[in-house]
């Protein structure tokens, strides 16, 4: 997708579609919010291209955003300390409302990235 706002509806969209063919209408609304965090987090703080995976298996839906900056994201804040603030809950609450998150740098073709993903089990 291209580094553009816009992107993170488009990919909200799109993810609500395939969850609903698939019969995995339980995991919507949970897989947007954070779906819509970690796209968000890729287009607004790097400034390449970004791409959204989702993948199930054995009852996990993993939901992933990757993007051309290989550095590490922003630890997630105290929620607490989040109260007032304008920006920087998207890791918190990804943190929160997933049951296991986390990043890993990738090089794939010469490109550098990074991959931030979290996972929702069905039960």
């Not at 019969?23 to 987090?41: K, Q, W």
């Not at 298996?57 to 304008?86: H, K, S, Y």
Request: glycine share 8%.
């Amino acid at each position: 997708m291209p580094n553009d706002l816009r992107a993170v509806t488009v990919c909200r969209r799109t993810l609500r579609l395939i969850l609903t063919m698939h019969g995995l209408i339980r995991l919507v609304d949970t897989a947007e919010l954070l779906a819509t965090e970690l796209v968000s987090n890729a287009v607004r703080h790097t400034k390449g291209p970004a791409a959204l995976r989702v993948r199930w298996a054995a009852g996990v839906l993993r939901v992933g955003a990757w993007d051309a900056d290989p550095g590490p994201p922003e630890p997630p804040r105290n929620p607490d300390a989040l109260t007032e603030a304008e920006e920087g809950r998207g890791l918190a609450l990804v943190r929160a409302c997933a049951d296991l998150w986390g990043w890993q740098p990738l090089a794939r073709g010469g490109n550098r990235g990074k991959y931030v993903w979290c996972d929702l089990a069905a039960a």
